[in-house]
């Protein structure tokens, strides 16, 4: 007797023949694939540093120049974005390099650190200020305008989204103490560590990009700054405030083709868990 079989019948038979040769196919292109992410060139952060002359020997250093970076900067990133194809690398404060440096950062994060020299925002210098070095805020100003022009990615933090503002125009309270009235404590230091408690809470605003990334409507951070943004920078825009004295927390770019982002507190410590991810989509979206 003849096996007749149906259309359907044979379509099954050919699945379960051709099956494992889809499977094999499947873990080649699979193992293909991973070894090509693996060996994919990496992305590259620039992380700038700090910068003392030195004169009077306060690191120790036999009276020379110093570049100076928390340990939390690189030991922190790395391990918060041990999943992404990135590397970390220490930007020194050297105006000769920056042309160099352009060509091979793919996003750069602007660090804290002293306050900007009142000069450059044509205030006159409130004795609460504690200015930093010139040479590294010509530096920042002038990377930061051709990481603009490339449309780099870029974050600052705390000292370093006042620099950002500063650099496109703003300018800065110089003293929150003593002008402006509030009942937070934003330089927050118990023991000499300011970096490992909520402090305050941040509100962003609906359609922001802190929002996309943290999605919260109001997450703690910690503290540890006495200067806030006063007058916006050029084509920034506030997404973030402390709702109860509304300083300024958070800014943005107005429509930035790259990430932008600039946050008030310190979230290199990744003390919670908005600020690793914050981290790990700056990391994801270079």
Excluded at 44 to 68: A, L, R, T
Excluded at 200 to 210: D, G, Q
Excluded at 226 to 237: D, P
Aim: charged share 25%; hydrophobic share 40%.
């Amino acid at each position: 007797m003849i096996n007749i079989f149906t259309k359907n019948e044979l379509l099954i038979s050919y699945f379960f023949l051709i099956s494992p040769l889809i499977i094999i196919i499947a873990i080649i292109f699979g193992y293909i694939y991973s070894s090509y992410k693996n060996n994919k060139k990496p992305k590259i952060i620039g992380v700038i540093c700090d910068y003392s002359s030195n004169k009077n020997n306060e690191y120790n250093y036999s009276f020379q120049p110093v570049h100076i970076l928390r340990e939390q900067y690189i030991n922190n990133l790395s391990k918060t974005c041990s999943e992404f194809n990135v590397v970390f690398i220490i930007i020194p404060i050297d105006m000769n390099q920056i042309d160099k440096l352009i060509k091979i950062v793919d996003g750069v994060i602007f660090t804290g650190g002293q306050d900007v020299d009142s000069k450059y925002y044509n205030q006159i210098r409130n004795p609460k200020n504690n200015e930093d070095s010139i040479e590294r805020t010509e530096f920042e100003i002038k990377f930061l305008e051709k990481l603009l022009n490339e449309k780099k990615a870029i974050l600052g933090i705390c000292r370093g989204m006042q620099l950002i503002n500063i650099a496109l125009g703003g300018d800065i309270i110089q003293d929150i103490p003593s002008l402006i009235k509030t009942d937070i404590n934003h330089k927050a230091v118990k023991n000499g560590i300011g970096y490992l408690e909520k402090v305050h809470t941040v509100k962003t605003n609906e359609n922001s990009l802190i929002r996309k990334i943290t999605n919260k409507k109001e997450f703690w951070v910690n503290s540890n700054h006495h200067q806030a943004i006063g007058k916006l920078g050029k084509n920034l825009i506030v997404t973030g405030i402390s709702p109860k004295d509304n300083i300024i927390e958070v800014i943005e770019f107005k429509d930035y083709p790259n990430f932008f982002l600039g946050v008030q507190w310190h979230p290199e410590f990744t003390f919670t868990e908005e600020d690793k991810i914050i981290f790990q989509y700056f990391c994801k979206n270079l």
